[in-house]
């Protein structure tokens, strides 16, 4: 089965840049849809960045066209790039894994912290 572990967070001040790395272990991982979610203090957990195992991205709307998303599947790891960060980035992100058969799986969260 495969696990997720998340790294990187940190401090970071407004406008800076942070990467986020997600590895997972399991020969699978390649077949997984990877995601990067994120959870605002007080707020509810809202998707950011999708990478399929084709390697199509997408994103929401407010992290469009700063973050970026990508995977190794060599590495057996999951990146988020991002870049221009603002107060309002601020939360923890999690990694999450969706296999081919439905099964989903979550790392333990990082937390990023953008001061203004």
């Known amino acids: 089965q495969v696990q997720l572990v998340e790294s990187g967070g940190g401090l970071v001040q407004a406008g800076g840049p942070l990467r986020l790395s997600c590895a997972a272990s399991?020969?699978?991982?390649?077949?997984?849809?990877m995601k990067w979610y994120r959870q605002a203090p007080g707020k509810q957990r809202e998707l950011a960045a999708t990478?399929?195992?084709?390697?199509?991205?997408n994103y929401e709307d407010s992290v469009k066209g700063r973050f970026t998303i990508s995977r190794d599947n060599a590495k057996n790891t999951v990146y988020l790039q991002m870049n221009s960060l603002k107060p309002e980035d601020t939360a923890v992100y999690y990694c999450?894994?969706?296999?081919?058969?439905?099964?989903?799986?979550w790392g333990q969260g990082t937390l990023v912290t953008v001061s203004s």
């Open positions: 999450q894994g969706r296999s081919p058969l439905g099964l989903e799986v």
């Open positions: 399991g020969s699978t991982f390649r077949l997984f849809d």
């Open positions: 990478v399929t195992p084709d390697g199509i991205t």
